[in-house]
């Protein structure tokens, strides 16, 4: 480093010791009104050979280096190759309830709760008993399903008799093909109630519990659908509920929907399948592995992203449903691009700038397009060549060398 402060120092030197002389030549030549071979030589070399400009759409800056200056700042120099590249692409996510892991338990039907089982935050079993309800609606589809069955069970016995009367040819076929008859339309009255009783959670053992003690009609109890955690709790003993009313919610924290939120413009480098590591803001090291599920076919309408959808494990209890997240998507670019390092760009301004390479001593100043920016590398769209080098080190020596000779001139 202090090799080249002194060399830059010895260049200032050299520029403004040839400023001053040229200085004093036109003063001369602004005196006595007549130029000398001399002075004509002195002016020919006062633009300093080491910078050129060509006019393309824009100037073209093209940096000559001494022997020496090359020999000190040893610039490395990368080839721009034509490739598909692999990067890791950062969105941000936010976590709910995987939909096979969340259920609602809703009143099916009206009625007045008469006993609670299970309280936010304790840990239910699939069957296990929530709520009861007495309800006479329930009081009604009991009594009808017995009914039928009471029915169902007479026209079966008489079906059974006139079988074996019709056999003995004592009994008319006719009045078997009516038993049948009653028989089947008995049959199907029993079907409908029972399938009633099931629709509102009653389950096959209830139902065949209830028909074998005939006695009081029982309340409606209202079992887990799912293993879990009770999350909400929204009713109260003696509480009148309708018909579909939310009652509770459980939550099974084993896994999670993760939903991230990515760019229009990633659309091509993302696919169902791809590698994705999960971490918090507050705890960046903490990380784990899933990858994604499906990709939604529309943009968000709110924000206008493309929604990535991933099943995430949760073994060790994280991440929980509300939280925000972090997303590292391994991705691959869908075709071959020209990528160059970080380390190769200045900016002027807002303009990104690569120096490329024409020969030993002489490196070029070219604006570029940079199309997207990774955490290592640039992808250009515009004003670079596969297979042109492009200065990788000492890039701001060279800027700065840029500078020096625009002053100059």
């Known amino acids: 480093m202090a090799k080249y402060d002194m060399f830059m120092e010895n260049k200032m030197k050299k520029l403004l010791t040839s400023f001053l002389l040229v200085a004093f030549i036109i003063g001369g030549l602004a005196g006595c009104g007549q130029e000398t071979p001399d002075m004509q030589e002195q002016e020919t070399v006062a633009a300093p050979p080491s910078i050129s400009q060509e006019g393309k759409?824009?100037?073209?800056?093209?940096?000559?280096?001494?022997?020496?200056q090359a020999d000190e700042l040893r610039i490395q120099t990368q080839v721009v190759n034509l490739a598909t590249i692999s990067y890791s692409l950062k969105v941000p996510g936010t976590v709910f309830p995987s939909p096979e892991y969340i259920s609602i338990v809703?009143?099916?039907?009206?009625?007045?709760?008469?006993?609670?089982h299970a309280h936010e935050g304790e840990r239910v079993r699939k069957g296990d008993v929530l709520v009861e309800l007495e309800s006479l609606e329930f009081a009604n589809l009991v009594a009808e399903?017995?009914?039928?069955?009471a029915e169902e069970a007479y026209q079966l016995s008489q079906l059974e008799r006139l079988q074996q009367l019709a056999e003995k040819k004592i009994s008319p076929q006719r009045a078997l093909e009516k038993a049948?008859?009653?028989?089947?339309r008995a049959n199907a009255a029993t079907r409908a109630a029972e399938a009633r009783l099931l629709a509102i959670g009653v389950t096959t053992g209830q139902i065949d519990e209830m028909y074998a003690s005939k006695s009081n009609i029982p309340r409606l109890k209202i079992a887990a659908s799912i293993n879990g955690s009770i999350n909400e709790h929204l009713i109260e003993m003696g509480q009148a509920v309708t018909a579909y009313d939310k009652m509770l919610t459980i939550l099974n924290l084993e896994k999670v929907l993760i939903r991230g939120y990515a760019s229009p413009e990633d659309v091509l480098v993302l696919q169902?399948?791809?590698?994705?590591?999960?971490?918090?803001?507050?705890?960046?090291?903490?990380?784990k592995k899933a990858t994604i599920t499906t990709i939604n076919p529309a943009l968000d309408e709110v924000n206008k992203s493309i929604t990535l959808n991933i099943m995430a494990d949760t073994p060790d209890g994280w991440p929980k449903p509300g939280q925000n997240v972090r997303l590292d998507i391994m991705v691959t670019t869908p075709q071959p691009v020209l990528a160059?390092?970080?380390?190769?760009?200045?900016?002027?301004?807002t303009?990104?700038?690569?120096?490329?390479?024409?020969?030993?001593?002489t490196f070029e100043k070219r604006m570029i397009q940079i199309s997207k920016m990774t955490a290592d590398q640039a992808i250009i769209s515009q004003g670079v060549k596969a297979g042109e080098k492009v200065a990788v080190s000492q890039v701001f020596s060279l800027k700065a060398l840029s500078k020096l000779e625009e002053f100059a001139e």
């Open 57 to 68: 759409d824009g100037e073209t800056q093209l940096i000559t280096l001494t022997q020496k």
């Open 106 to 116: 809703s009143a099916p039907v009206n009625g007045r709760v008469v006993a609670i």
């Open 145 to 149: 399903y017995l009914q039928s069955r």
């Open 180 to 184: 049948q008859s009653d028989y089947t």
């Open 272 to 287: 169902p399948g791809d590698s994705v590591f999960i971490s918090l803001k507050e705890y960046p090291t903490l990380v």
């Open 340 to 349: 160059v390092p970080l380390s190769a760009i200045e900016y002027e301004q």
């Open 351 to 361: 303009n990104a700038t690569l120096f490329v390479k024409v020969d030993d001593l």
